[in-house]
């Protein structure tokens, strides 16, 4: 059973960085892909970035040029680096791994809040 456990968020004003942290049990890290999802209050959850086994990544236009992903095969951990954070950004920020077997596990999420 694969755990995964998010750490790093916080409240930072406007302007501000966080990063985050999404640490996974288990041998299958190197294999699997990764993502950064958020759910802001009576909204859907949304895929902010992604990270492949192989390195490649994608993110949302509406954090590009400010979020960057990135991940440690020794650590089995991924991170989410933000900078230029903005009040919209407020939202719970969830990691999902993804295997090449097809399973998908998601952490509990960590709390990311924006304001002035």
């Known amino acids: 059973q694969v755990q995964l456990v998010e750490s790093g968020g916080g409240s930072v004003q406007p302007g501000g960085s966080l990063r985050l942290s999404c640490a996974a049990s288990g041998s299958i890290f190197a294999f699997s892909t990764m993502d950064w999802y958020r759910q802001a209050p009576g909204k859907e959850r949304e895929l902010v970035a992604t990270i492949f086994s192989g390195g490649s990544t994608n993110s949302v236009d509406s954090v590009k040029g400010r979020f960057t992903i990135s991940r440690d095969g020794a650590r089995n951990t991924v991170y989410l680096q933000m900078n230029s954070l903005k009040p919209e950004d407020t939202a719970v920020y969830l990691c999902?791994?993804?295997?090449?077997?097809?399973?998908?596990?998601w952490g509990q999420g960590t709390q990311v809040t924006v304001s002035s």
């Open positions: 999902r791994m993804r295997t090449i077997g097809g399973f998908v596990y």
